[in-house]
């Protein structure tokens, strides 16, 4: 944690991640409005003092939808990256603990599901569940899966020959116990700042769902649902378009810093030297 | 070096099964009689919708039902839509020059723009180079490209006019016209991939700054260009080729959004009118397609990797 604090981009990510989590946790006592009030007097209005950063096209508050779509987005990435680093860890550490046809059985999967392009699996699970909250996060959830099994499955290759887990073995100690102990501590770093890249764009991949009307459905606030209908009135009011655009991009932003601070933290040589 | 292109042409084989597989079992696990869902819930005559039961096979066991879809794939009869009537393979085809124009020219911005920034913010003793690559790869990586694009038809076509809204000539009949309306769409599709590739290029050259051989070019006596262009790029060039390829991977399924935002209508386009209007047949043919494209990249990627690394050539 001190490292991180000397760490620049890592703290500021941070600070973004940590105030919009925040936010977003307390909605309904920090949103000025009801996200799903209409005002129709107040039809694309600019921002004001009124409505901070103006109204769309039903008289929405903007502000207001966005902290809530900001509650959406955050909750549907956690989940399905949630499912996915516990998944793939699992995978993973199974298929480097044990090797054999296990690994190669488990790999291979990962590897045809990782030529699969991620969009299109996410909107082919769409389709067939039905679009909406569970089959987002479900979507997002599996094609995340075989990024999390390769990372856990390189340490766990290395660990496993190491003396001490060869001694825990002679002393008898079962499996899980030695996976709980000795693989488990060696996996959760690169887990971890997996696990904050994978948050940065599987909230790009939950708008994009969204903005295709695949994913949260009216009227659930999304961003990405927000910038579609947005669109349609961009040249009336830009602000239903730009605004919750520029929203997604800050919280994504913010992951991105937070996780190349970590990596720095972890990998000096992407630090420049002059 | 043959037995490797086999060895790569045969791991193709499980990746194409299974693509296959879930291409077929769409129609099934969609919620619906999949005679309905063929016919696009269009009629409730059951005469009719027995009939189709019957000629598509559906009314067999699922294992032959399949061994029956792949026979007709492979005799490239795709069914028929539904909605429109025509055969889904030439709606396919049709569409398909304008996602692959698309991706190309996206392909083509990425390279020129990722690969000379990312060398300069690696080797430039100026902190601007740097500046400006992680202003652009931030700017890449975090806003989604739906909301670029939008931005973009705003600012450039709606206010400055520098661009065309949405007008697109075939590329044979107006070259021109069609490179500058096509210029915008291909941007936005190349900005996310290119901000990756500038973060490889920039990480695989300080990888090889670092290295012995580069101190000995300079100590040599060799000119700072001779040693960027043909020690240090040379050997970072490798990394760097293995992203550019993953991401064209990237820029076909990511084509589907940009597609949608500029209304161009190719095949990523095709698919998601396929959604709204329930029209599955089209769907499974838009997906095998796009699926296929990128495991074909995929492949030349890798054998572009292997006939560049001497470490793998010369085993």
Redesign the interface.
Same mark, same amino acid.
């Given at each position: 944690m001190g490292t991180l604090i000397k760490n620049r981009k890592g703290i500021i990510g941070l600070s973004i991640v940590f105030i919009i989590a925040t936010t977003a946790l307390l909605a309904p006592y920090v949103a000025p409005y009801d996200p799903t009030q209409m005002h129709f007097q107040d039809r694309f209005s600019s921002p004001s003092s009124h409505y901070l950063l103006g109204t769309d096209f039903y008289g929405r508050d903007i502000l207001s939808r966005i902290i809530y779509g900001y509650r959406t987005s955050l909750l549907i990435s956690s989940l399905a990256v949630m499912i996915a680093s516990t998944l793939g860890s699992t995978l993973g550490i199974m298929a480097g603990y044990f090797g054999g046809q296990l690994d190669t059985l488990i790999m &291979?999967t990962m590897? @045809?599901l990782f030529? %699969?392009? =991620? $969009?299109?699996l996410a @909107?082919?699970i769409v389709? @067939?569940v039905?679009p909406g909250l569970v089959s987002t996060i479900l979507a997002i959830g599996i094609v995340y899966v075989p990024i999390f099994s390769r990372i856990a499955r390189g340490p766990t290759l290395s660990v496993k020959e190491d003396g001490y887990v060869e001694a825990a073995k002679a002393l008898g100690e079962g499996s899980f116990r030695i996976i709980l102990k000795h693989i488990i501590p060696n996996v959760s770093v690169p887990i971890f700042v997996q696990i904050t890249i994978s948050l940065?764009t599987a909230i790009?991949f939950e708008?994009?769902l969204s %903005?295709?009307? !695949?994913g949260t459905q009216p009227p659930n606030a999304s961003l990405?649902l927000m =910038?579609?209908e947005g &669109?349609n009135y #961009?040249?009336i009011s830009?602000w239903g378009?730009?605004f919750?655009?520029l929203a #997604?991009? $800050?919280v994504?932003?913010g992951f991105? $810093?937070l996780g190349d601070g970590l990596q720095q933290i972890l990998n000096p040589? !992407?630090r #420049?030297? &002059? | 070096m043959f037995q490797y292109i086999l060895k790569r042409l045969l791991q193709l084989i499980p990746v194409l099964l299974v693509i296959s597989v879930l291409v077929f079992s769409l129609i099934h696990l969609i919620p619906g009689d999949p005679a309905e869902i063929i016919l696009g819930f269009e009629t409730t005559d059951p005469q009719i919708i027995a009939a189709v039961r019957h000629s598509f096979g559906l009314d067999k066991p699922l294992y032959i039902q399949y061994f029956l879809w792949l026979k007709q794939i492979a005799r490239g009869d795709f069914g028929k839509s539904p909605q429109t009537g025509r055969p889904v393979l030439q709606s396919i085809l049709e569409s398909y020059s304008f996602t692959i124009e698309l991706a190309i020219y996206a392909f083509f911005l990425m390279v020129t723009i990722a690969i000379p920034l990312g060398a300069l913010a690696a080797v430039s003793s100026s902190k601007v180079p740097e500046l400006i690559a992680q202003a652009v790869t931030l700017f890449g990586l975090s806003t989604p490209s739906f909301w670029s694009g939008s931005m973009f038809i705003l600012l450039f076509s709606v206010h400055l006019h520098w661009f065309p809204v949405v007008h697109f000539s075939a590329f044979f009949a107006n070259p021109l016209n069609n490179i500058w309306g096509f210029f915008l769409p291909a941007m936005t599709l190349a900005i996310p991939n290119t901000a990756s590739t500038i973060r490889m290029v920039r990480a695989s050259m300080l990888e090889v700054k670092g290295q012995d051989y580069i101190k000995t070019a300079r100590a040599k006596g060799l000119n700072e260009s001779n040693v960027i262009l043909k020690h240090m790029l040379k050997n970072a060039l490798i990394p760097i080729i293995t992203t550019i390829g993953i991401n064209a991977g990237y820029l076909l399924g990511g084509a589907i959004v940009v597609e949608q935002i500029f209304a161009i209508p190719g095949v990523g386009r095709l698919g998601l009118q396929a959604i709204v209007q329930r029209d599955y047949p089209t769907l499974q043919g838009v997906v095998l397609f796009i699926a296929l494209s990128v495991v074909l990249v995929n492949l030349v990627t890798d054998l572009t990797y292997f006939f560049l690394n001497p470490k793998i050539r010369y085993r």
């Open positions: &291979r590897d @045809i030529a %699969f392009p =991620v $969009l299109l @909107i082919v389709v @067939i039905g940065a790009l708008s994009s %903005f295709l009307g !695949l990405g =910038v579609s &669109r #961009i040249e830009p378009t730009l919750p655009g #997604i991009a $800050l994504v932003l991105n $810093l040589k !992407l #420049i030297e &002059r | -």
